[in-house]
């Protein structure tokens, strides 16, 4: 007799969308529905992730009238105060969320959501998985997580809890995020030429990109500042570059300070603020390389979606970038926070087509290799099954940290 599906409820904030967002949307539109039903909840309908998710026909509960408890500290004292205030109704509403909903477990995916949920989600009696994407530093992970998650699954061994306030010893796993292997690759040379023309650029340009969220720790200055060194050492070579993103909802401007810091520099016609693009696989073919110069970032997923296409990846050594790279094999790793480390790399890739083409096809290789959906939904559905008590269904079980 088979056994009951595991309903799994997903909370999301809704203001922003970013990678955390795509690699959880992706874990459930690949779940089989006879064994998990996923409902997915958006406390801030009609923004960024309810738009991404009435375009790609995905079904969710709006829950307008619930308050999230930010994190951010840029959000405003009186909204936090407001909401802290308001946070035992709000909590005893998802209470009577998740009873009507007759939820097993809620996987929750960001700093916001975990601190909003994690509580009521233990008094309602259902079982939290928490999805660690960010700084293994973060006090929710290292406190809140220990007292209430019934596990917890980082992104990467980076991002595991620095300093837990109880031991995680088997409630602890790490799992890369799921990817899609890209169906093709668009023409690359195609892809350029679109950016050309859009942009009203000299048709030799070449273009290095900027991925993701507009936020500190993805550092988009230090982008800026790459660009511009790289300039000034080769100041005949046209290139341009294109930051693809949006400054986090409630965080700081950053695409003003951008452009700000790119006129500052003398270097405002070489920086372009592209925005949010979707798809974007035309975009990710269409740079000759991909600077990443995050600190603490957990496991991008850009980086992985760029190799995955076979655009070249420069990134700071620091975080889990050197989880996904192998330094002047499938990319390259740079000094942190060092735009200047960014020149000799981009310069080899640049001006030596036999390189790019090295490092593109062993960073292409590598990734469809190592990365894809099913692993990543075998792994979460293991530990849906561990943690309910369930037998694990027939399938290579994550291992435990």
Request: glycine share 6%.
């Amino acid at each position: 007799m088979s056994q009951k599906a595991i309903t799994v409820g997903f909370p999301f904030s809704g203001d922003d969308i970013g990678g955390s967002h795509i690699s959880a949307l992706n874990l459930i539109a690949s779940f089989d529905r006879e064994r998990i039903n996923p409902i997915v909840f958006v406390h801030h309908p009609r923004k960024a992730l309810s738009r991404y998710l009435d375009e790609h026909r995905i079904d969710y509960v709006s829950i307008e009238d619930i308050d999230v408890l930010s994190p951010q500290r840029d959000r405003g004292l009186g909204r936090q105060s407001y909401s802290a205030l308001r946070y035992p109704i709000s909590m005893m509403k998802i209470i009577r969320l998740l009873r009507d909903h007759r939820i097993d477990i809620v996987h929750t995916n960001d700093g916001a959501i975990h601190t909003t949920w994690a509580l009521p989600t233990y008094l309602a009696g259902a079982k939290l998985l928490w999805h660690h994407r960010g700084d293994p530093r973060a006090r929710a992970v290292n406190v809140l997580a220990p007292l209430l998650a019934k596990h917890v699954v980082t992104v990467s061994k980076f991002a595991q809890p620095a300093k837990p306030l109880l031991p995680l010893k088997g409630r602890l796993s790490v799992l890369h995020s799921p990817f899609k292997h890209p169906e093709q690759t668009p023409d690359r040379e195609e892809c350029r030429l679109a950016l050309v023309r859009e942009l009203g650029l000299p048709e030799k340009t070449r273009f290095v990109g900027y991925f993701g969220l507009l936020n500190e720790r993805k550092r988009p200055l230090r982008f800026v500042e790459a660009v511009h060194a790289f300039q000034q050492s080769n100041p005949d070579f046209p290139v341009a570059g294109l930051l693809f993103g949006t400054p986090e909802q409630a965080g700081p401007r950053l695409d003003l300070d951008t452009a700000e810091r790119a006129r500052a520099l003398g270097i405002a016609d070489k920086i372009h603020l592209m925005g949010f693009r979707h798809p974007v696989a035309p975009y990710m073919c269409g740079v000759d390389i991909l600077l990443v110069p995050a600190m603490s970032e957990p496991f991008g997923r850009t980086l992985i979606e760029a190799m995955m296409y076979g655009t070249p990846v420069i990134a700071t050594n620091h975080g889990g970038n050197p989880e996904a790279i192998e330094d002047n094999v499938t990319g390259f790793l740079v000094e942190p926070e060092n735009p200047g480390a960014f020149v000799a790399p981009m310069e080899r890739l640049l001006k030596d087509r036999d390189e790019w083409q090295r490092i593109s096809e062993r960073a292409r290789t590598s990734t469809l290799a190592a990365y894809g959906i099913k692993p990543h939904v075998d792994g979460i559905v293991s530990i849906y099954q561990r943690i309910l008590g369930r037998k694990p269904p027939d399938v290579a079980t994550q291992r435990a940290h």
